[in-house]
Structure formats: C-alpha cells, structure tokens
C-alpha cells in the first residue's frame, strides 16, 4: 500500500513539472475600453491585437479585460487576473485612478504591474510598479519653459477632480514659482462633467495670459471649447493625455494653436531620423494604421506597446532563474525590470532604476502645436 501511494505521489508531482516546465506567460490587462477614459483604453486594446505572442520560444497570453473607466472595477479585475488566470504581470489602467486602483493588487499578491497612466506612489507601494508612460515633470518642465520664452507671468489652472489633476497641479506649481510665473486661479472638473461654464468664467475673471487643461482624451475639449466660445484670447496648453484624436474631433477649430508636450511617436515622421525611437515609431504607426484605418493612431496605444517592450526585455532575464506561473518568477520578472537598460520603445528610451520606475528621460518628450487638424512639431 505504501508503495502504491509513494508512486502516485510522485507520477502527480511528475505532472505537475512537467505543467510548470511547460507553462506560458499569463499577461493580466485592464483598460478603460468603455467610459469616460474609452479614447485612451480602446488604441490600447487595439494594440495588444498586434503585439507578439511569442518571446524567445515561450508563449504569451494576453487576458484583456475592460474596467469601463471605474476604479473599483479595476480593482476587480486585478484581483480576478491574479487569483484565477494566476498572471505572472498586470498592465493597466488607461487613467490614473484605475491604475492606483490595480497597484494596491500588485503590491498586495507581489505581482508586477506596468501601468498605462502616470501615476505616483510612496515607496512602500512602489516596488512592483512599473510605468509605460512620461513622468509628468518630464512633460511639464518642457511646458515651463514654453511659457517662460513666451513671456506667459500667470497662469490659469483647470483640471481633473482627481490623482491626475492633483498630481499636475503639485508638479508644475514649484516649476513656476522658480520661473517667477504666478497662478491666477486654480478649477477643478470630474471627467464626467457635461459643463465648466462657472469654472472658465472664473479662470477669465483671473485674467491669466495663459491657462493649463489637465484631462484627456475627449473630455479635455469641454474646457478648451467652453474657454474659447467665452472668448478666452490667451495661450492653452494641455498635457499629452489631450494628444489623441478623440481631442481633435471633439474640440474642432477651438483646438487650434494650443501647445501640448506628447511623445515622439505622435509625431514620428517629424522627428530627427538620428532619433532612438524614430525607426520602431514609423513601424508601429503603420502596422497599426494598417489595421484600424488612417489617422487612427493616437499616443495611448504606443504606451501599450511599451509596456510590451519592457516584458520582452524582462522575459529572457527572468526565465533563467524561474518558470512562469509561480511567485519566483514574478519576483525574478519584477527585478529583470527594474534592471532595464536602454530598452527602446515608441516614445523614448527605458533605464529603469530601484528610485524611478518610470525611467525615462527628455528623449520621451517633443513639444507640438495644434495646425490645421493636426501636429506640428515646435522647436525645444
């Protein structure tokens, strides 16, 4: 009897390594493909569509799932990724507060998560949080300087009621202060708002010579349009989660001449050929063309395909120490990224470091202007 139950024990324990030398990555996905973040969440679903399923022989699955632009969604979606598909990496969400919702899961089950909007959190929450997107301070810094050089002394601030908004207002108020640029008036607004007229009276009251919109996506036309039909004659920028063409269509003529920092591969035929990016940027551009029809590209499906860099990097790297499907090598996939070195995506260059999971640096930004229904590529 004894011999019989010391065989079946070991031809199960047999099954069970062969199912682990043989499992495949398990990529967990939440995007905001319905809702008010729907112009940044479905180019992002699109994008998984044309990512590879095969990294140096071993099989990739993408589980996309929608969480409808809604952080308590999201986090159900992290946490049904994590304990029933048993995901070896989570990526998502397309808006800050859905993504802040899913790092809470990642830190909880020690699963890597790459996010898709560019959110901020203390370092005891930031260990298995990685970024696809600019860091804000990149993106505003370049809009200081914009200012400073056009004279701008007051500024004129509406933004979302939320992480996103908060974050902006908190890194570009000390930018400005060390340029002598003074804000006027600070607004808030929920991406669900159908209405900013009292917010826009309020900000033209102020007479600033310029005013910052921090939304995206088709949301951020409602304070650019309402400033306009007010008769608002100064200088708006918007931050490069406007940059999609979502903001375009909905914003129409009002978006003329505003200034917004976005990545490279937005405008990717207008950058320098000597430019890391430029060549990887005019290969997604088409293929995604190619797939979902002419001028359908927008910035939010090159962070997805970044994300998709940054694990086909890590995966080589992690596979030596661990197989997929258990918790060494989510800790060895989460490491393999934080050690990225130069890992070349569609909106800059990756060197990720244990003190900044965003890592990336002034090659990730351009600064443009709205021409004629579309970019066109300022001088920095």
Not at 194 to 214: E, N, W, Y
Request: with cysteine; hydrophobic share 45%.
């Amino acid at each position: 009897m004894k011999t019989r139950k010391l065989s079946v024990l070991c031809v199960a324990a047999g099954l069970m390594f062969a199912q682990a030398a043989s499992a495949d990555v398990n990529v967990g996905i939440s995007v905001s493909s319905t809702g008010p973040g729907a112009a940044l969440g479905i180019p992002e679903k699109n994008t998984f569509a044309l990512l590879p399923t095969e990294v140096g022989g071993e099989k990739i699955n993408y589980i996309v799932l929608d969480d409808a632009t809604d952080p308590s969604v999201a986090t159900k979606n992290a946490r049904k990724l994590v304990s029933e598909h048993q995901v070896d990496l989570l990526i998502g969400s397309s808006v800050t507060p859905s993504s802040l919702a899913i790092a809470e899961i990642a830190v909880e089950s020690h699963t890597p998560q790459i996010t898709l909007a560019p959110v901020n959190l203390p370092p005891e929450k930031n260990t298995w949080v990685f970024r696809a997107p600019q860091q804000n301070k990149i993106m505003a810094t370049a809009l200081v300087a914009h200012m400073k050089a056009a004279g701008v002394r007051t500024l004129g601030f509406i933004g979302y009621s939320d992480a996103y908004g908060e974050d902006w207002l908190t890194t570009i108020e000390p930018l400005l202060s060390k340029e002598g640029i003074k804000m006027t008036a600070v607004e808030r607004f929920n991406r669900t708002d159908t209405s900013v007229g009292g917010q826009t009276l309020k900000l033209i009251a102020a007479r600033p010579d310029a005013v910052l919109v921090v939304a995206s996506g088709s949301p951020a036309a409602l304070p650019q349009t309402t400033l306009k039909e007010r008769g608002f004659k100064g200088q708006i920028y918007q931050t490069h989660a406007a940059a999609n063409p979502a903001f375009l269509k909905v914003a129409g003529k009002a978006a003329e001449g505003t200034i917004m920092p976005i990545g490279p591969v937005v405008v990717v035929d207008q950058i320098p050929d000597a430019h890391p990016s430029k060549a990887s940027g005019l290969a997604f551009v088409k293929a995604y063309e190619a797939k979902y029809g002419a001028r359908s590209f927008s910035s939010f499906a090159g962070h997805a395909h970044d994300a998709f860099k940054l694990l086909e990097a890590a995966m080589p790297v992690a596979l030596k120490s661990a197989r997929p499907g258990t918790a060494e090598f989510r800790q060895a996939l989460r490491d393999a990224i934080e050690a990225s070195r130069e890992v070349v995506g569609v909106h800059g260059v990756f060197t990720m470091t244990p003190e900044d999971h965003f890592g990336m640096d002034e090659r990730g930004r351009v600064l443009i202007e709205v021409q004629a229904g579309g970019y066109k590529l300022l001088p920095m």
